[in-house]
């Protein structure tokens, strides 16, 4: 079975069609309008094995925030779809990843209860023209949306940028193994019955 979503929000900030392919190929067509946040969204599809299509048109001129939040719902939004009922998932993701001096950690629980636990010093508050700040609000808002508990640490790092990938590609290769499915496990990867 497919594990597939898409999703289109419109509201008075922003218009978004969204799509994802938990099964994919790590291949992704991004229009955003924030370039930052697509040169971030490329490499989570290309390291997450992912399809990802996001056409994005939003207040851009006001700044990237309102864009960049609903992108992170749309996303939370479709993943949760496309994992169904999350049979035979491992449930739980961890991945460390390096970016030259910059070493980020990424561990995730699909447990449908959604959490973010943000560790993160980012040293500007800018890369380019992209606020920095709205990293943490593109997470949480992923976690609330998909509802899953997510943890990024950032064990060390200088360069801004650098953080920011390692967290991206981390963020990637964890939700790729928590989205695996593992044929021994029967059901759901809970005492609950449901997650």
Partial sequence: MARVSEIKRITNETEIKLSLNIDGEGTSTLETGVPFLTHMLDLFAKHGQFDLTIHANGDTEVDDHHTTEDIGICLGQVLKEALGDKRGIKRYGNAFVPMDEALAQVVVDLSN???????????????????????????????????????????????????IEAIFKALARALDEATTIDPRIKGVPSTKGML
Avoid: C, Q, S
Avoid at 120 to 143: I, Q, R, S, Y
């Fill in 113 to 163: 209860r959604p959490h973010l636990e943000f560790r993160a010093e980012l040293p500007n508050a800018k890369v380019g023209t992209f606020d920095t700040e709205l990293v943490h609000e593109f997470l949480w808002k992923l976690a609330l949306e998909a509802r899953m508990n997510l943890h990024v640490i950032v064990h060390y790092g200088k360069n801004t940028h650098h953080i």
